[in-house]
Structure formats: structure tokens, C-alpha cells
């Protein structure tokens, strides 16, 4: 190492920089994935925007029954859906491995819950749409069944996602805490 004032220290040339400048992969690894569960809860949220937008403008009677539908019994248990969203933000700058874990539990619980129930709760009036081609409720002039099975398809695949990147991520910071603690 060189000092300010004097010559530089023997044994070394100033290319003994590169061991320096990696990067654990734990810490790469970290960071890529905070990124992607970032964009998958933006898409939550704005999933969770649409929902109550309908909701509001049914319950408001903003617009009429014929142009908005009245929400399925399972919408109402999906809006505690952004909770799970909130732990994840709060996890990220310290890396709080509980905070993940309540996201990951609260993710099961208020998303993916009243996603099977709402499937379950729609497959009779998807049915008679399949087979008889008779929908009684309308959003925008679409089948209410066929536009919330659609929120229900995206909804799944982003939680599921959600859930994967944040075991990963659980996994990653719990590796890192492990090997702290061996030093």
C-alpha cells in the first residue's frame, strides 16, 4: 500500500486489486432478486388497483350495473392482499429475514386464498358461459366471469413468481447470515 507522503510498499505493484473488487454471490444474487420481486409487487399493486377501482365504482354506483358488475365475494379478502406487498418493501433495506417470511405467509394467505376461492366461486357461471354462451354479468361489455378468471390467471402467475423469488432471496440473505456467523 502507498502512503500519501511516502514511496509505495514493497512486495506489491498495484495489480493485486482484483480479489478486492468481486462481489460475494450471495450479494449479487440479493440484488438482482430484491429487483424482481420490486417489479412483480408493482404489478401486484396494480392488480390490486383494479380490484378496488371496480369495487369502488360498484359499490359508489359511479357508473351502472350493466357497465360495471358488483364484485364477487372474493374480492373483498384479495384487498387485504396488499399487506403482504408492504412486508416485502419493508424487508429490503436490511435484509429482515422476518419481514420475508411474513410477506411469503401473507402472500399465501390474502392472495392466493381468495384466488382458489374466487376460481371456485366463478366456475358455475363460467360454465354456463362455456356451454350455453349466457353471461348475466358485464364488465365494459365483457363477461364479468371471463375478465376476472383473466385477473385471476395474471394474479396467480405473479404471486407464484413473488413466492419463488422471495424463497430464493430467503435463501441468499440466510447464507449470508450463516456464514457471518462462522467467523
Request: hydrophobic content about 45%; some cysteine; aromatic content about 14%.
Amino acid at each position: 500500500m502507498a502512503s500519501r507522503a511516502g514511496p509505495r510498499a514493497t512486495g506489491t505493484d498495484g495489480s493485486d486489486f482484483r480479489h478486492r473488487e468481486r462481489v460475494a454471490q450471495h450479494f449479487q444474487m440479493s440484488v438482482s432478486l430484491k429487483s424482481e420481486i420490486k417489479k412483480l409487487i408493482y404489478m401486484q399493486v396494480a392488480l390490486w388497483l383494479l380490484v378496488a377501482a371496480q369495487m369502488c365504482v360498484a359499490h359508489f354506483k359511479l357508473l351502472s350495473h350493466d357497465q360495471v358488475a358488483m364484485p364477487y365475494q372474493w374480492e373483498y379478502p384479495y384487498l387485504l392482499s396488499i399487506i403482504p406487498s408492504l412486508f416485502g418493501f419493508l424487508s429490503f433495506p436490511r435484509n429482515n429475514i422476518s419481514y420475508l417470511v411474513i410477506s411469503m405467509i401473507s402472500t399465501g394467505l390474502f392472495s392466493v386464498a381468495p384466488l382458489i376461492y374466487g376460481s371456485m366461486e366463478m366456475f358455475p357461471m363460467a360454465q354456463q358461459l362455456y356451454r350455453h354462451g349466457k353471461a348475466y354479468r358485464f364488465i365494459f361489455g365483457f363477461s364479468a366471469v371471463s375478465v376476472m378468471y383473466l385477473l385471476i390467471v395474471v394474479a396467480v402467475q405473479v404471486h407464484g413468481w413473488q413466492l419463488y423469488y422471495s424463497k430464493k432471496l430467503l435463501d441468499s440473505w440466510f447464507t449470508s447470515t450463516q456464514e457471518k456467523k462462522k467467523k
